[in-house]
Every structure is written in structure tokens, then in C-alpha cells.
């Protein structure tokens, strides 16, 4: 004994209904899937951002202890070097030590030099000077250090810059 086809039993324009229903439902079926994994991979980039730059804030008030660490030792003149060895290698040996934490934690340092090429994407100019025998846009003196936080900065160098020499 054959059994009735479908389209027989309800009809050709309930059939298509059906049909059109079962498309709408396969239709959201899919954008809710596509949604939830849209979903899945962006609270995945948001779980790795917090995690490599969730320590924005703490790095940045870092930053004013490496540099003052940095001025302290510059400022021991020379003929004091001898007489305070034991509190200048200490001094070292914290600024050694803030240096590795930080570059533990994706922190690398913009040293620029003196005669590089102004970078806006690195750099930030203090001041803007003419200087003879150098070209506009060299960096004539470098007052600290930029930082980037892996691969964002955290700080630009602050530099002067030379302008067109007169």
C-alpha cells in the first residue's frame, strides 16, 4: 500500500506555507548562530585586551619612578661617586629590577638618539629649536624615555626637535 504524498494531504499552497516557514526558521536559526559566535569571539579579543592592557593605569604611574630613579643616578656628580658606591649600586640594582618587571609585562622603552628622525607616532616635541649642521625634523635632545605597552604606546619620547637652522 503507497502512502500519500504530503503535498497531497495538506495542499499545494499549505505546503508552500510551510515550506516559507520551515526557510524563516532556518533563516534565524543561522543569525542566532552566526550572533553567538560573533559573540564568543568578541568576549574572547575582550578577555585577551583585558589581559595584556587591563595594567594600563598601574604602568603609567610607573613610569614617573623609572624616570626619577633615571634622574637620581645622572645627578651624582662625579667626584661623589666613589664616596657613595654603596647607595648608588643600590640604586642601580632597583632601577635593574623596575626594569625587568616592567619589560616582564610588555613594557619596552622608545629610546631615541640624538640625529634620529622625528616619529609623531612615537615621539612627542618639547620644544623645537634651529641647530647648525643638523636638518628640520632631527631630534637634537631627548628628555625621557617613551613606552610601549606591547604593541600600544604608552608614552611618547619626549624630545626637542631641530627646526629649519636660520
Do not use: C, W
Not at 603609567?60 to 649600586?89: G, M, Q, T
Not at 632601577?95 to 622608545?110: D, F
Not at 606591547?150 to 637652522?165: C, K, N
Request: hydrophobic share 40%.
Amino acid at each position: 500500500m503507497d502512502l500519500p504524498d504530503l503535498e497531497e494531504i495538506i495542499g499545494d499552497t499549505d505546503f508552500e506555507l510551510l515550506r516559507t516557514e520551515r526557510d524563516e526558521y532556518r533563516d534565524k536559526f543561522m543569525r542566532a548562530l552566526a550572533d553567538a559566535e560573533n559573540s564568543r569571539k568578541r568576549a574572547e579579543r575582550d578577555r585577551r585586551e583585558a589581559e595584556q592592557y587591563g595594567s594600563t593605569r598601574l604602568a603609567r604611574d610607573l613610569l614617573p619612578v623609572y624616570d626619577n630613579l633615571n634622574r637620581a643616578l645622572a645627578a651624582i656628580p662625579e667626584e661623589s661617586r666613589l664616596a657613595s658606591a654603596a647607595l648608588i649600586e643600590g640604586v642601580e640594582l632597583t632601577l635593574r629590577e623596575l626594569t625587568n618587571v616592567m619589560q616582564k609585562h610588555g613594557m619596552k622603552p622608545i629610546t631615541p638618539a640624538v640625529g634620529e628622525v622625528f616619529d609623531p607616532q612615537a615621539h612627542e616635541a618639547m620644544f623645537e629649536a634651529p641647530v647648525p649642521g643638523t636638518k628640520a625634523g632631527q631630534i637634537i635632545q631627548v628628555m625621557t624615555e617613551g613606552f610601549m605597552l606591547h604593541d600600544r604606546l604608552l608614552r611618547p619620547a619626549q624630545v626637542g626637535v631641530s627646526s629649519t637652522p636660520g
